[in-house]
């Protein structure tokens, strides 16, 4: 749970906790103000380049400063997360992005979140760091750096490596089946 409210942020009474199906929450006895704690959504971005690599920041602001991630950030309000996507990216390290799918849904243990990853086309630019970030850099895909800031960012961008790898397999055993066929 996130911190929970002493006082309504309304009106100002002290909250009492009610149960709402079951679930107890911290709710006003004065107005309707009920302290749901929906988990917050959250996006992070996989950002290929055109040279094979893979766009990461150094985070610049806690949680985890000074560690390697994606590009991440929270929904502002009245956006949607495409949106959050494309501004995040621009903000993190500069990119103009085209998100082309949501490549996973994951609920980060312990922090009530709901983290959005998703695929963009390959840019051709190079990534700057924006002022959230200390550092912003295209890494080759075997050589990513150890200290990932995040399991969840890790385990997604590990998904996609290997169904990059996958492709490229495939691609490559459908180009020699072409070959053998033109004989
Ligand atoms: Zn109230």
Redesign the pocket.
């Known amino acids: 749970m996130a911190q929970a409210f002493k006082y ?1 942020p ?2 100002a ?1 002290s909250l009492v906790v009610k149960l709402f199906d079951g679930n107890e929450k911290n709710a ?1 006895p ?2 309707d ?1 009920v302290q749901w704690d929906n988990p917050l959504p959250v996006v992070a971005i996989i950002v290929p380049h055109v040279s094979g690599g893979v766009v990461l920041i150094k985070r610049g602001m806690p949680p985890r400063l000074g560690f390697w991630a994606l590009p991440a950030g929270f929904v502002d309000h009245g956006e949607g997360p495409f949106q959050a996507a494309v501004r995040e990216a621009k903000e993190e390290c500069g990119l103009d992005i085209k998100p082309v799918r949501l490549y996973g849904v994951y609920t980060p243990q312990g922090s009530n979140q709901i983290l959005m990853v998703y695929l963009a086309k390959p840019v051709t630019q190079l990534p700057v760091p924006g002022s959230d970030a200390l550092e912003a850099q295209v890494f080759p895909l075997d050589q990513l750096p150890a200290d990932i800031a995040f399991p969840l960012h890790e385990e997604a961008l590990h998904k996609w490596i290997k169904n990059c790898r996958r492709s490229q397999k495939r691609g490559r055993s459908a180009g020699r089946g072409k070959a053998r066929a033109k004989r």
């Open positions: 309504c309304l009106c009474t006003c004065a107005c103000f």
